[in-house]
């Protein structure tokens, strides 16, 4: 898969479900995307998301279900990103 055909796999807000594979955001294909984009910068990687997390926890608030999933939801945008 090229990293054009990963780059496609975008957020659909609010729900934050990828537009093509309906997955939660970021799905597998975008976070592979994600590191192959920021592989010589992991920093700008966590602001980029932490930028999109507070986007999601914002859109959370405004469909009215502000306290659904906010650790959660560190962990799906940011979390992942973290060195093993």
Not at 5 to 24: E, G, S
Not at 64 to 83: C, I, Q
Request: charged share 25%; aromatic share 8%; with cysteine.
């Amino acid at each position: 898969m090229s990293l054009a055909d990963l780059r496609r796999h975008v957020a659909a807000r609010p729900t934050w479900r990828c537009r093509v594979c309906a997955a939660p955001w970021p799905c597998q294909p975008a976070k592979l995307g994600l590191r192959t984009e920021y592989a010589d910068n992991r920093i700008a990687l966590t602001l980029h998301l932490s930028a999109l997390l507070y986007d999601a926890i914002a859109d959370r608030i405004d469909t009215g279900s502000p306290d659904a999933g906010r650790a959660d939801l560190f962990t799906r945008f940011v979390g992942w990103t973290r060195v093993r």
